[in-house]
């Protein structure tokens, strides 16, 4: 079996996986216009990536179109491949207002509308089809053919860059490791098919200006190497994304997993800690991993004052439980000399209630502060009788 075939193939396979996850993105957020520009780019990217193959089981969809036809859709795949790269990145930097990069993605899609419109007209008013002029060097038109590639190739190497160029301005933002890694990957990937695929194709046509033979070996080999390796290494950078929101939710469960069982085996502490020091309990979930810790370390600290110091190390587990066990017998003696059961001492009034985000909790402490100061029970800070001097 060709060993390219099962190559192009297996790339194929990846952007189709890639782009139906796009996808399903998509249908959770329909309404992020850099999201919509990137589902579509990966649609023209995965139908060429696997229609562009050359094999017998895709030649009656080709024989379909006819040749002419099924050019005019490859390469207008690819500039539209092209255009969805660059404006992706444009609508996804938020440092820019929404409406003037709205307006810039719709210029720069007349731009594309005009290149599109250049590769037909051109071709069709070609007496040779755009022809090598190594095919036809008696009826060889240079301006036809100069702007046919600079229409086609010209456009897309263009823009394959100003997406670079803007993927590495939004590279400079992200911090996760991850996302850093898929968009140096990402952009490797479309450098290599823009310099592979157009800047090739560039070189050949500007070679033919001189010398209409001019068609070395090696320009064919870059060609492949650009567009399949560029493809490929395209294909592993998008794959990274949905791979990593895989890893992350596997972890994610394992976290919870693990965060389960120690709550089950800290379960007899607890019990034992919020019987004793019942004030420290907080709302929540009995046996929610947050709550027994929280609640743990409370009872920890109320019990601290009974418990004798430690002999050594308390990061060693028997020299904790040696005078938290001192702390707990001694409580237990007190309750016993009392003839109570109920704490030596009355439980502490809980002045803070709960909230549910930061801003909350300090809305309400400003709110406190203020009625302490009206009550004057606070007196005004440094700052306060500054401006007021």
Not at 30 to 40: F, S
Not at 75 to 89: L, R
Not at 341 to 363: G, N, T
């Amino acid at each position: 079996m060709d060993v390219e075939l099962v190559i192009r193939w297996a790339k194929g396979v990846v952007i189709c996986a890639v782009m139906i996850w796009e996808i399903v993105q998509l249908s959770r957020r329909p309404r992020d216009p850099a999201l919509r520009v990137l589902t579509l780019g990966l649609v023209f990217l995965a139908f060429a990536a696997t229609f562009g193959i050359k094999t017998p089981l895709l030649q009656p969809i080709k024989d379909f179109f006819g040749p002419e036809v099924w050019g005019y859709i490859l390469n207008g795949c690819w500039m539209a491949m092209a255009y969805c790269w660059a404006t992706f990145f444009l609508l996804a930097n938020t440092d820019r207002p929404a409406a003037q990069r709205r307006r810039k993605a719709l210029i720069e899609l007349g731009f594309l509308v005009a290149a599109l419109i250049v590769m037909v007209v051109v071709k069709e008013i070609s007496v040779d089809g755009i022809r090598r002029p190594a095919a036809s060097p008696e009826r060889y038109s240079d301006w036809e053919r100069t702007a046919w590639y600079l229409s086609v190739s010209g456009y897309a190497l263009t823009v394959w860059f100003v997406g670079v160029r803007r993927a590495m301005v939004l590279r400079r933002k992200l911090s996760h490791v991850w996302a850093r890694a898929a968009f140096w990957i990402v952009i490797v990937g479309s450098a290599a098919m823009a310099i592979g695929v157009d800047g090739v194709v560039l070189v050949r046509q500007f070679g033919r200006q001189i010398d209409t033979t001019f068609d070395p070996d090696w320009l064919t080999s870059l060609y492949s190497i650009g567009q399949l390796g560029g493809q490929l290494v395209l294909a592993l950078g998008l794959a990274l994304v949905p791979l990593a929101t895989i890893v992350v939710a596997v972890r994610a469960r394992l976290d919870n997993s693990v965060r389960a069982r120690f709550s089950k085996r800290m379960l007899p502490l607890w019990r034992t800690l919020t019987a004793e020091f019942p004030y420290v309990a907080l709302d929540g979930t009995q046996g929610d991993f947050d709550r027994v810790t929280t609640e743990i370390t409370d009872g920890l600290s109320e019990l601290a004052r009974d418990c004798p110091q430690p002999t050594g190390d308390i990061r060693d587990p028997k020299v904790a439980a040696e005078a938290i066990a001192a702390g707990l017998r001694k409580r237990a003696e007190q309750r016993k000399w009392a003839g109570s059961s109920e704490p030596a001492e009355p439980p502490y009034p809980r002045l803070e209630p709960d909230f549910p985000d930061w801003r909350s909790r300090a809305e309400w402490m400003t709110a406190v502060a203020d009625e302490l100061r009206t009550r004057g029970v606070l007196g005004k800070d440094d700052h306060e009788r500054a401006s007021a001097g």
